[in-house]
């Protein structure tokens, strides 16, 4: 990562004619748009991008809406906005109760769906963010929908895996995040034996921090609790 991204929404939707004009209004309003027809698609495009926010119809072939919830819920909590129709209310509740966030419902406007999925991805940013969707702490700036960190007015260059790993410690600021929950975050459960991985990644955000951060007061940022995880240490007031 060279500098900011496109917020990524992964469309899932079995009708070609839906899919292509959610797909052109979110690609028209500045979002880098991954198509799915099925569940089975949706999870493999999951697996391999990690969107920033999951759009989804609850009526799919063979995999529904649901299983698709249920699976992407044992991962991670990325936003998930419903698209319903009228007569589905029961699923709808159900999908909420399974951990969507929002929904909305057929027939919609663009303007309606834009205005959510704006909304969830401030909102993913976490308590700690402004209204734009950032994390400031310190001299540090985390733009959580952007993909952009900066240290000052400097960029720091982090991969996919690099970024979203310290977007799960600066979205839960100042609480200790074990490494099993960091794993299934950025990696999905089938590394969850692998916490090895979190220290070498911990050991290179630390170091690209630090080369943007002159001053030194990054240092401590991220703080090992040994054999349990790591936490974001607040800076004192």
Request: aromatic share 4%; proline share 5%; net charge neutral.
């Amino acid at each position: 990562m060279t500098g900011p991204m496109r917020p990524t929404v992964l469309v899932v939707e079995d009708d070609p004619a839906t899919l292509r004009a959610v797909s052109a209004g979110l690609d028209g309003h500045g979002y880098a748009v991954v198509r799915a027809g099925d569940g089975e698609q949706a999870l493999r495009a999951w697996e391999l991008g990690r969107p920033d926010l999951v759009l989804l119809d609850l009526g799919l072939p063979a995999m529904s809406g649901l299983d698709v919830i249920r699976r992407l819920r044992r991962d991670a909590a990325t936003p998930i906005l419903i698209l319903s129709a009228r007569d589905q209310e029961r699923d709808k509740v159900e999908a909420l109760d399974l951990g969507a966030d929002d929904y909305v419902t057929k027939p919609f406007g663009m303007a309606e769906l834009q205005s959510r999925v704006h909304a969830l991805l401030r909102r993913s940013a976490g308590p700690a963010a402004d209204q734009g969707g950032v994390v400031r702490i310190g001299d540090l700036a985390v733009d959580v929908a952007r993909h952009e960190v900066r240290v000052g007015s400097k960029p720091v260059p982090l991969t996919l895996r690099e970024f979203e790993l310290l977007r799960v410690l600066v979205t839960h600021a100042g609480s200790l995040v074990t490494k099993g929950r960091i794993l299934r975050a950025v990696w999905g459960t089938a590394y969850a034996e692998e916490s090895h991985y979190v220290h070498v990644y911990i050991s290179q955000i630390r170091r690209k921090l630090s080369e943007a951060d002159p001053k030194g007061t990054l240092r401590t940022l991220i703080v090992a609790e040994p054999g349990i995880g790591y936490r974001i240490q607040m800076p004192k007031a």
